[in-house]
Every structure is written in structure tokens, then in C-alpha cells.
């Protein structure tokens, strides 16, 4: 159906908790990732997707967790669920730009996948997915069957790497961005630092890259001079 490259599988350990963090272009993100995989995976998803015909009955088989948003923290409960699901030995899928990339770019990553990975000392396996937007764009309404795509797997990040949240402040932050560095490098989308824009921000701004430079994201290894953010993962 797709001409899909694999690369890296040997870093998604065999068993025990793991969290796969990969970019995300594409609605087809959710179904190619886990018919590559060689055990089961778990995301979290809109209650909502179950009340829609197209979707109700795919995205649960696919391993979706359904939260419901109108009500109380979602947030929460969807980093609780998450972590029960890893507590019991689980692979656990995120995006952790928040939602879609609209424009095909990478953005700065939400930190609750640091806290996830903290809280419960699974590792995450970092993921590039190239060629996804190609097959399906944004709105479109079919896949382009036959299209390649590339989907490599890194090798992982630990808790322990980035600083101890309890002595620094920064070490959910330092270690989301060292993620987003190495997905990056995986997927070769140019980062945008700043949280990814909703289809109306887009719609209701001229220039949808506008940039929010920062210094203090923490690369894989030292900088030999102060760079921003943005000259950093676009190196």
C-alpha cells in the first residue's frame, strides 16, 4: 500500500515500559507507527473520536485510549492514564509537539513527556517519520497510495540525563529539548521555536514562523559558542 522504510527498530526495547515520541504531519501518523511495531501501542485520544462513525471502531483497535475533555484536568488525566499504562510494563505512543504540524515544520516540544518519562522511568525512543505529509496533507481526504515514507527509530533518552526535576527547574525542559533535537535530525524538518499554531492561528496570522528565540535548550553534546534555539536544532 505504502513504499515504507524502517530504520532503527532494534532501539524499541522487545519488552517493559518505553515511550515512542515522534513527530506528527500526517492523521495516517497514528496507523503507520503501529503497523511497524513488533508489540502492541497505546495513545491517548479524544473521547469524541468514538462518537464519530469514520473513527470509532479504528482508533481502539489501533490501541487509542479514549479521555474525555469536557471535564475536570485532561491533561492530567491523560498523563495518569499514560503512566498506569507504563506502570504495567505498556509502549505508550506521544506527539509531543501537542497536535498536528500543520505546515510540515517541527516545534518545540510540550514537556509532558519528560514529567511521563520522570514519573515512571521509562525511557523515550525518539521517532523521525519523512515522506508522512507527502501521502497525506492536512485536509486532505484520501491517502496517495504507493508513496514513500521513512520511519526511523533513535535511540533512547533516559530520565536521569537531563538533571533531577526535584534540585532543577529545568530538567523536564532541557530534556524535551534534547528529544526534540534528536527527532530533528531523525525526520530533517526544519524546528520552529515556538508551540506548533492551530489551522486558525494560521489562517489569522500573515507569517506563521515567526520565532520565539531561546538559549537554554540543552544539546546532546556542549556548544562550543552560545547559539539560539533555533540555530541549534537547524544545524
Request: no cysteine; hydrophobic share 40%.
Amino acid at each position: 500500500m505504502f513504499d515504507l522504510t524502517i530504520l532503527g527498530l532494534e532501539n524499541v526495547p522487545i519488552d517493559g515500559p518505553a515511550i515512542i515520541a515522534a513527530n506528527h504531519t500526517s492523521v495516517l501518523d497514528s496507523f503507520i507507527v503501529p503497523s511497524v511495531l513488533p508489540r502492541n501501542i497505546s495513545y491517548v485520544g479524544k473521547a469524541e473520536y468514538l462518537d464519530d462513525w469514520k473513527t470509532k471502531h479504528i482508533f481502539p483497535a489501533l490501541g487509542m485510549i479514549p479521555i474525555d475533555r469536557s471535564g475536570g484536568d485532561a491533561a492530567a488525566a491523560a498523563l495518569d492514564t499514560a503512566a498506569a499504562l507504563l506502570d504495567s510494563g505498556g509502549l505508550f505512543g506521544i506527539y509531543p509537539e501537542g497536535t498536528r504540524s500543520r505546515t510540515g515544520h517541527l516545534y518545540k516540544g510540550r514537556t509532558g513527556v519528560a514529567r511521563l518519562s520522570h514519573r515512571t522511568g521509562a525511557p523515550i525512543i525518539p521517532v523521525g517519520l519523512m515522506g508522512m505529509r507527502d501521502i497525506q496533507p492536512p485536509d486532505a481526504p484520501f491517502p496517495k497510495f504507493f508513496n514513500a515514507a521513512t520511519i526511523s527509530f533513535g535511540q533512547p533518552l533516559f530520565p536521569d540525563e537531563h538533571g533531577d526535576p526535584g534540585t532543577n527547574p529545568m530538567a523536564f525542559r532541557a530534556m524535551t529539548d534534547a528529544l526534540m533535537f534528536r527527532i530533528r535530525h531523525l525526520s530533517g524538518q526544519q524546528y520552529i521555536n515556538r508551540y506548533a499554531p492551530s489551522k486558525a492561528e494560521l489562517e489569522a496570522q500573515n507569517d506563521p514562523s515567526v520565532l520565539n528565540e531561546r538559549y537554554d535548550i540543552m544539546a546532546d553534546k556542549p556548544l562550543d559558542e552560545r547559539r539560539t534555539g533555533t540555530d541549534l536544532l537547524n544545524a
